[in-house]
């Protein structure tokens, strides 16, 4: 039996999300597929499955030996969305409950997303500027502008989850 689950969870809550994924495990839902806030689960058997994401801000070509590299660690691929990656591992087994186990490694998992956030917003906001200048805004306008606000929110909160993380080490 399958669910499917519309959730949001957004590019700095990743801690939230692979929360929200163990429990569901423990409840009998192991994810399947993501995309777009979209959830699929299949229906298992309850058990503790740790989930961590990863942000692969590099091309796909070496993706055979990222996957390796989390596969001998003891950690199972089950989804990927965009440059996002899923892992699950049995909690009993797990080597650790972490893919990164120091600060650094989580500090650049993040930079690479910063910088794919900040590429985007500038393109935005060169697309929106023809837009935005006119003399009575369209909704195209005001929609442009809403997403620049919310990109501008996702840098500040990705900004400050590195600070957190150099802060910490």
């Given at each position: 039996m399958e669910k499917k689950v519309f959730k949001i969870f957004l590019a700095w809550q990743d801690q939230q999300e692979e929360k929200w994924l163990r429990f569901m495990a423990q409840q009998g839902w192991s994810l399947k597929e993501y995309t777009y806030f979209r959830y699929t689960f299949e229906q298992t058997e309850p058990h503790d499955s740790i989930y961590k994401l990863d942000y692969?801000?590099?091309?796909?070509?070496?993706?055979d030996d990222y996957l390796a590299i989390y596969q001998d660690a003891g950690w199972e691929h089950v989804a990927q969305f965009a440059k996002w990656h899923y892992f699950k591992a049995n909690a009993e087994t797990?080597?650790?409950?972490e893919i990164y186990t120091d600060s650094e490694s989580q500090v650049q998992k993040y930079k690479g997303l910063l910088k794919i956030l900040l590429l985007m917003f500038f393109s935005l906001l060169?697309?929106?500027?023809?837009?935005?200048?006119?003399?009575?805004?369209?909704?195209?306008?005001?929609?442009?502008?809403?997403?620049?606000v919310l990109y501008i929110f996702a840098i500040i909160n990705v900004g400050t989850k590195i600070k957190r993380l150099r802060r910490n080490a």
């Open positions: 692969k801000a590099t091309k796909n070509n070496d993706l797990a080597f650790t409950e060169f697309i929106s500027f023809s837009f935005i200048q006119q003399e009575t805004p369209s909704t195209v306008a005001w929609f442009f502008l809403g997403l620049i």
